[in-house]
């Protein structure tokens, strides 16, 4: 099973821009599609006689603060146990509106996922059973992974970039 | 119990199908955690119980959130490596080591022969560390101290030997990109061969006072079982998976770091019950004791680093006397040095299983994103599925034998 085989089927499936930034990251095959299209794909993928990623290995929420319009995105990691093929979607949403379709209906595992998710970067999981803080306070009142916040003390002096020539 | 006593019961007798009774239906809730000894670490779960029965639970996890993944987002590459061994703190050194290949990848770096050969002993070593702990306090857990009282010794003994190749004991901080840090040392070449020698005859000790026993069996057999379907759809991976029948094992699917070199069986179970969970770790730890001594045996002569100098910080002596070594050590310590624009997921075979690792890097000192993938963190969810409409004495045993470290858990 090749990866070319993977975006060809999907793009017959789903139209042919519903795939694109499609790379390659070390025999692991990465693309972007839309916020709509994740959950009929991941459903495509799950259920293809062939392909069968019915495995979630992993859900990643990441914040890029300069893609306006694109913000927060989220990344699916699946994998395919029979054919032993990883695969990286990517889809992206404004940060003003971060709506994701969940896919706890598919893969159980996503529910603690999509919580620190939601945790952590604010990505609104939409008919999530539980979409709850999981591993900081109930009381926060902000998503401390967005890069708006930064990690150290920004009192300190020792730390100025330009001292160290970056 | 005595006559009198069941007289004395209010229970006794009550007719639990009418309405309206004190007793009738009447649920209570317990708090299993945060700090009970049971749990082995702090996260809790509030049961709903009927009487002894457990009808839900709720999971709340997060005590000792350490925001890893922050943290990591201002730290140089080689300083995350002391915050990888703080996650599954049973087996630090694999943690380390599959941090260390995901930067490899990520920067090209070629590791020789005896140094992935020496990274997997130390891995191997740390699997048994994980699996003795957990199967011996599984025992523990259903009364039987013995048993760990034989094999924990070991796990000592592992400890001294990672003493002997990185100076520590729980948080190892073992190994560079690149390679090891330092050689194997006469000393810990003697103790890997006497671990090897005498490792077996505890752990068939063990094996012969626990496995057969029938009060052992009793206990864990049919607790807390899931079947495979479930497991794969809760994205379970390791031996709690292996126990249900599914034959995944990254070492032998995706080997890394030579693993392709080494004969080893990846065992599975049939039940997916908390006996299954048992037999596979005992099976794992003499197939790991297999790998380490093919590797002791085939352990290649040359270096035990790769030529790295931009990423391998140079030895203490070097520093002093010689000004590139000096530069680099500069460079090195003060994180000057950037890493090429990439995205890497790099995955090892962990105590628990999966261990993954996300690095998405934006050219700069340190990583632009890190996602850990923890398998607890993963599997652990599926905890009150296994545990309704059984016991607490059950669930506490399913706990125990699913291997849920807190700080796997919660980063």
């Known amino acids: 099973m090749e990866n070319q085989q993977i975006t060809d089927a999907l793009q017959a499936q789903f139209g042919a821009d519903a795939v694109y930034g499609v790379t390659e990251s070390h025999g692991i095959l990465q693309f972007t599609t839309g916020v709509d299209n994740i959950v009929p794909m991941l459903h495509f993928l799950y259920a293809h006689p062939e392909f069968k990623f019915q495995f979630l290995t992993d859900l990643a929420g990441i914040h890029f603060p300069d893609a306006k319009g694109q913000e927060l995105g989220v990344i699916y990691h699946v994998h395919s146990l029979e054919n032993n093929v990883r695969l990286m979607i990517k889809a992206y949403a404004p940060i003003d509106a971060p709506h994701f379709p969940t896919i706890t209906g598919l893969y159980a595992a996503a529910n603690w996922m999509e919580r620190e998710a939601f945790d952590f970067y604010g990505i609104l999981f939409d008919g999530h059973p539980n979409l709850t803080r999981i591993l900081n306070m109930d009381e926060m009142d902000y998503h401390p992974m967005r890069k708006e916040y930064p990690l150290e003390d920004a009192t300190r002096h020792d730390k100025i970039d330009e001292l160290f020539g970056r | ?411």
């Open chain 2, 1 to 411: 119990m005595s006559e009198v006593a069941l007289v004395n019961n209010p229970n006794v007798g009550l007719d639990k199908t009418q309405k309206g009774g004190p007793y009738v239906n009447e649920l209570s809730t317990l708090n299993l955690g945060p700090t009970h000894p049971a749990t082995h670490g702090i996260f809790q779960n509030i049961l709903t119980m009927d009487g002894e029965t457990i009808v839900d639970a709720e999971q709340t996890v997060g005590y000792i959130h350490r925001a890893f993944e922050k943290i990591a987002e201002r730290r140089p590459f080689y300083q995350i490596t002391t915050l990888t061994d703080r996650m599954n703190y049973c087996s630090a050194p694999i943690n380390n080591m599959g941090w260390h290949m995901t930067v490899e990848k990520l920067l090209g770096i070629e590791v020789p022969k005896r140094a992935q050969y020496m990274r997997v002993i130390m891995m191997e070593l740390a699997r048994l560390t994980d699996h003795i702990v957990c199967n011996s306090i599984l025992a523990v857990d259903t009364g039987a101290l013995t048993g760990f009282l034989y094999v924990y010794q070991w796990r000592e003994f592992i400890y001294e030997i990672y003493e002997e190749m990185c100076g520590a004991r729980l948080t190892t901080n073992m190994g560079r990109f690149g390679g090891m840090e330092r050689d194997f040392t006469p000393v810990a070449i003697e103790k890997i061969h006497k671990l090897l020698k005498e490792l077996p005859a505890a752990l068939k000790e063990f094996e012969g006072m626990v496995m057969r026993n029938r009060i052992f069996m009793d206990r864990t057999q049919n607790v807390g079982g899931i079947s495979a379907e479930r497991a794969l759809n809760y994205g379970f991976t390791g031996p709690n998976l292996r126990a249900t029948g599914v034959d995944y094992d990254v070492r032998a699917m995706n080997p890394y770091s030579s693993y392709e070199d080494f004969e080893f069986d990846v065992p599975v179970g049939t039940k997916g019950d908390t006996y299954d969970r048992f037999l596979v770790r005992e099976e794992e730890m003499w197939q790991s004791l297999r790998i380490i001594q093919q590797a002791i045996d085939n352990l290649p002569e040359g270096p035990y680093h790769a030529d790295a100098p931009h990423y391998y910080l140079p030895k203490k002596q070097d520093v002093y006397h010689n000004m590139e070594a000096l530069i680099y050590h500069f460079k090195i310590v003060m994180g000057e040095i950037d890493a090429p624009v990439g995205e890497v997921y790099h995955s090892v075979e962990g105590g628990n299983g999966e261990l993954g690792f996300y690095l998405v890097s934006d050219g700069g000192r340190t990583p632009y994103r890190l996602k850990f993938r923890r398998p607890g963190y993963i599997y652990y969810q599926a905890f009150p599925e296994m545990i309704k409409g059984t016991s607490l004495s059950d669930a506490i045993v399913t706990m125990s034998s699913m291997n849920v470290i807190a700080g796997e858990l919660d980063t």
